[in-house]
Each structure stands twice: as C-alpha cells, then as structure tokens.
C-alpha cells in the first residue's frame, strides 16, 4: 500500500513539474506570443497555457487521491495521458512540427520537462498496471470461491 502511495506522489510530482515548466515557459520564456497555426483556436501558445493549468489540477487532483482512494484509478489514468501527451507532442514539435511549430534547440527546461514526465509516465503508468492486476486477481479470487 505504500508502494502504490509512493507511485502516485512521484507522478504528481512529475505533472506539477511540467506544469511549472510549461507556466514558465509562458510566462517568461517567449511561448506566449508563437501563434503559428491555429486548430480550433488553438495554437502553441495557447497549448502551453493549457497544459500548465492542467497539470497544475491534475497534480492537484493525484494528492488529494492520497486521502479519497476512489480518486486514485481515474487520476493516474489521467496523469499518465497528460504527461504521455505531452511528450509526443515534445517529440512532434521537435520532429514534423506541431501546430505549425518546430523546435530545434535543447534547453535546460526541455530536460527537465522530459524528465519530469517520463517519471510520471512510469510512476503513474504502473500504478495503474498494478490496480488493474491486484483487481483481476481478486476477481479471479472471487470466482473460485
């Protein structure tokens, strides 16, 4: 049971991190004026502020999972999509191009980003795999009985 406490706090440590990266990146970094492409009146740096107060609810939401475990499934699953997300949309915008963006420099904020993700990824990830296991098994358990 600790273990699995332990996973969700080190995901939502991961998304509260890619928040502030993204804020600060917003806010401080120049992303608040790109308006290259627009989908559904989005563009890139709308995408940026978007995802900052996201995750910003999204951690929010993992910690006080801690308390209400009903919470705990739903939010991992969300966590693990958001920082997922965030990630292909890192490597498209580095790649093909994102929203008519492309970015080619590497900065101190893009490694921590990465990596504050990719921690969530895995943390929140196997929470996640290891619920839906205990749950089958428990459910096998109950079918034998």
């Keep these: 049971m600790i273990a699995r406490r332990t996973l969700l706090i080190v995901g939502a440590a991961g998304v509260l991190v890619s928040a502030y990266i993204h804020y600060y990146l917003y806010f401080h970094g120049g992303y608040r004026g790109i308006s290259v492409d627009r989908v559904l009146g989005l563009d890139i740096s709308r995408s940026f502020a ?14 006080l999972s801690l308390r209400w475990d009903r919470w705990a499934m739903p939010t991992a699953v969300v966590g693990t ?65």
């Design 50 to 63: 978007l995802q900052a107060v996201s995750g910003f609810f999204i951690a929010w939401a993992l910690v």
């Design 81 to 145: 999509l958001f920082a997922a997300g965030a990630l292909i949309a890192y490597v498209l915008a580095r790649t093909s191009g994102l929203l008519g963006f492309t970015d080619d420099q590497t900065s101190t904020e893009a490694v921590i980003a990465v990596a504050s993700e990719l921690a969530a990824v895995a943390s929140l990830g196997t929470y996640v795999v290891s619920g839906l296991i205990t749950r089958r098994n428990a459910t096998a358990t109950e079918l034998r009985t």
